[in-house]
């Protein structure tokens, strides 16, 4: 992409947030709208050609100018004032890019009506939107954490409303942004990484206006609250307050989603100061830890909940798309097998196998960061997390963007992803990756070969000797 003067960018950015404002009013995800859309039904559709262009259009714009500017920020108060203007328009659209937020609203209405939301769907109340929700959701257990049942629980109470609901939803995921907008700095003068870099990268991403503010996602909290716990872990090492402060944080964010418990160990490294010892980790370290355990164990307990939040995380095994990389391998291997007049089913054995590499990847990088680095693993595991999970959405990627963006000193291959990534659903939540399995799946295949020979070239030039002078 070719650059342009930062002051343009600004206006082009927001140009392409009042078009997919529009968009959203046009054909986003309406509450009542097709939920079994195509992009074919879309397009032949009242205004569907509209609509689609200005989804392309307006994600291209914003994409244009977050990769042209990624490297040359004025300064920390010129990004916050850009995303903030990018932001605008998308708070005061309809719901863009899913359908999540009437699943919100539908689960704190069970949750208000003293249904436990891990042991019955939402059509048990009945939830009072329910024609909002996708079918595919409706009778499935919630696979959020029991401190996101309880909040949601609380917005349905306070507004009564939908339409209140997703007012207050979206209100949450701005507290999330502007958490992360707090923190960020912090990791980043910690990291040696300028503060208006990780700003821009984290929050001026198409995937934070769009996904982020405009489908109201719970992720945005969820990644505020870990980057605020980790900030404060970074910034006094080995004193127990704030170590115990960031755990606490840290753990509110699992209490969300489970998933901000895959950066705890990394923060118990982050939490030394001084060298790794491991009477160090286990007097700093354990005190992360124990907080961040504490305040899950805490909130499951205090809402009167148990642990089935566990179990509700297999739900994403309902979704096939070749987003994820190891159900792309899965439905390769189906295809080749098809070919050949064989008809098997490889997607639980190859899901089994990223979550089996998952967990052995992530004790090597905790492994690894005992002597360097521990934020920027973090970061990193994240990313491992995200892409060996058996199921892939774009807002994803906002969990490692935010924590990368204050950690790495390369961008160039994360920052991808996040590009790419915004254009993969449609203004009205329609997945291009549910119509793109061939050459999806196959093509999706073909990069993580590509990626695990490169790796394991490199690991193998790591161990060679260097040359004698």
Same mark, same amino acid.
């Given at each position: 992409?070719?650059?342009?003067?930062?002051?343009?960018?600004?206006?082009?950015?927001?140009?392409?947030?009042?078009?997919?404002?529009?968009?959203?009013?046009?054909?986003?995800?309406?509450?009542? %709208?097709?939920?079994?859309?195509?992009?074919? #039904?879309?397009?032949? %559709?009242?205004?569907g050609p509209l609509i689609?262009?200005?989804?392309?259009?307006?994600?291209?714009?914003?994409?244009?100018?977050?990769?042209?500017?990624?490297?040359?920020?004025?300064?920390?108060?010129?990004?916050?004032?850009?995303?903030?203007?990018?932001?605008?328009?998308?708070?005061?659209? =309809?719901?863009?890019?899913?359908?999540?937020?009437?699943?919100?609203?539908?689960?704190?209405?069970?949750?208000? %009506?003293?249904?436990?939301?891990?042991?019955?769907?939402?059509?048990?109340?009945?939830? =009072?939107?329910?024609?909002?929700?996708?079918?595919?959701?409706?009778?499935?257990?919630?696979?959020?954490?029991?401190?996101? &049942?309880?909040?949601?629980?609380?917005?349905?109470?306070?507004?009564?409303?939908?339409?209140? #609901?997703?007012?207050?939803?979206?209100?949450?995921?701005?507290?999330?942004?502007?958490?992360?907008?707090?923190?960020?700095?912090?990791?980043?003068?910690?990291?040696?990484?300028?503060?208006?870099?990780?700003?821009?990268?984290?929050?001026?991403?198409?995937?934070?206006?769009?996904?982020?503010?405009?489908?109201?996602?719970?992720?945005?909290?969820?990644?505020?609250?870990?980057?605020?716990?980790?900030?404060?872990?970074?910034?006094?090492?080995?004193?127990?307050?704030?170590?115990?402060?960031?755990?606490?944080?840290?753990?509110?964010?699992?209490?969300?989603?489970?998933?901000?418990? &895959?950066?705890?160990?990394?923060?118990?490294?982050? *939490?030394?100061?001084?060298?790794?010892?491991?009477?160090?980790?286990?007097?700093?370290?354990?005190?992360?830890?124990?907080?961040?355990?504490?305040?899950?164990?805490?909130?499951?307990?205090?809402?009167?909940?148990?642990?089935?939040?566990?179990?509700?995380?297999?739900?994403?095994?309902? &979704?096939? *798309?070749?987003?994820? =990389?190891?159900?792309?391998? %899965?439905?390769?291997?189906?295809?080749?097998?098809?070919?050949?007049? *064989?008809?098997?089913?490889?997607?639980?054995?190859?899901?089994?196998?990223?979550?089996? &590499?998952?967990?052995?990847?992530?004790?090597?990088?905790?492994?690894?960061?005992?002597?360097?680095?521990?934020?920027?693993?973090?970061?990193?595991?994240?990313?491992?997390?995200?892409?060996?999970?058996?199921?892939f959405h774009p807002w994803?990627?906002?969990?490692?963007?935010?924590?990368?963006?204050?950690?790495?000193?390369?961008?160039?291959?994360?920052?991808?992803?996040?590009?790419? #990534?915004?254009?993969?659903?449609?203004?009205?939540?329609?997945?291009?990756?549910?119509?793109?399995?061939? =050459?999806?799946?196959?093509?999706?295949?073909?990069?993580?070969?590509?990626?695990?020979?490169?790796?394991?070239?490199?690991?193998?030039?790591?161990?060679?000797? *260097?040359?004698?002078?």
């Amino acid at each position: 992409m070719s650059r342009v003067p930062h002051h343009l960018s600004r206006w082009l950015g927001l140009a392409g947030s009042v078009l997919l404002a529009v968009a959203a009013f046009l054909g986003g995800a309406l509450p009542h %709208g097709d939920l079994r859309p195509t992009p074919v #039904s879309i397009w032949q %559709g009242r205004n569907g050609p509209l609509i689609i262009a200005l989804w392309l259009v307006g994600t291209g714009l914003m994409a244009w100018a977050w990769w042209s500017l990624r490297d040359r920020l004025p300064s920390t108060r010129w990004v916050l004032v850009t995303v903030a203007l990018w932001l605008l328009p998308l708070l005061i659209a =309809p719901p863009l890019g899913s359908r999540d937020v009437y699943a919100y609203a539908c689960q704190g209405a069970s949750w208000s %009506g003293g249904i436990n939301p891990y042991e019955q769907g939402v059509s048990a109340l009945p939830c =009072p939107w329910l024609d909002t929700i996708s079918y595919i959701w409706r009778d499935t257990a919630a696979p959020y954490g029991p401190l996101f &049942v309880v909040v949601a629980g609380a917005v349905v109470s306070a507004t009564g409303s939908l339409v209140g #609901s997703i007012v207050l939803f979206r209100l949450l995921a701005l507290a999330g942004v502007a958490l992360t907008a707090w923190a960020l700095p912090t990791l980043a003068r910690r990291c040696g990484v300028p503060a208006e870099r990780a700003l821009w990268l984290a929050l001026a991403c198409p995937l934070v206006a769009v996904h982020v503010i405009g489908g109201a996602h719970n992720d945005a909290l969820m990644v505020g609250l870990l980057t605020a716990g980790l900030a404060v872990v970074a910034s006094r090492p080995g004193r127990p307050g704030p170590l115990l402060a960031g755990g606490l944080l840290l753990g509110l964010a699992a209490g969300l989603k489970v998933t901000a418990l &895959v950066v705890v160990p990394f923060a118990a490294l982050a *939490a030394i100061a001084g060298p790794y010892r491991f009477r160090a980790l286990l007097r700093d370290g354990g005190l992360v830890v124990g907080a961040a355990v504490a305040a899950v164990v805490g909130v499951t307990f205090a809402a009167g909940l148990d642990f089935g939040w566990v179990t509700g995380l297999e739900q994403g095994n309902l &979704v096939i *798309a070749w987003t994820s =990389p190891p159900t792309a391998v %899965g439905q390769t291997i189906d295809y080749l097998a098809a070919l050949f007049g *064989a008809h098997i089913d490889a997607l639980p054995a190859t899901r089994a196998i990223g979550v089996l &590499v998952l967990a052995v990847l992530l004790v090597w990088l905790w492994w690894r960061a005992r002597h360097r680095e521990p934020l920027w693993h973090a970061g990193l595991a994240l990313a491992a997390t995200v892409a060996l999970a058996p199921l892939f959405h774009p807002w994803y990627w906002t969990w490692p963007l935010a924590v990368l963006a204050a950690t790495a000193r390369r961008t160039g291959w994360f920052s991808l992803i996040a590009l790419v #990534s915004s254009f993969l659903v449609l203004a009205d939540g329609t997945g291009l990756a549910r119509f793109t399995k061939m =050459p999806g799946a196959p093509l999706m295949t073909l990069l993580v070969i590509v990626v695990a020979v490169r790796l394991v070239r490199s690991a193998r030039a790591a161990r060679q000797p *260097a040359p004698a002078d």
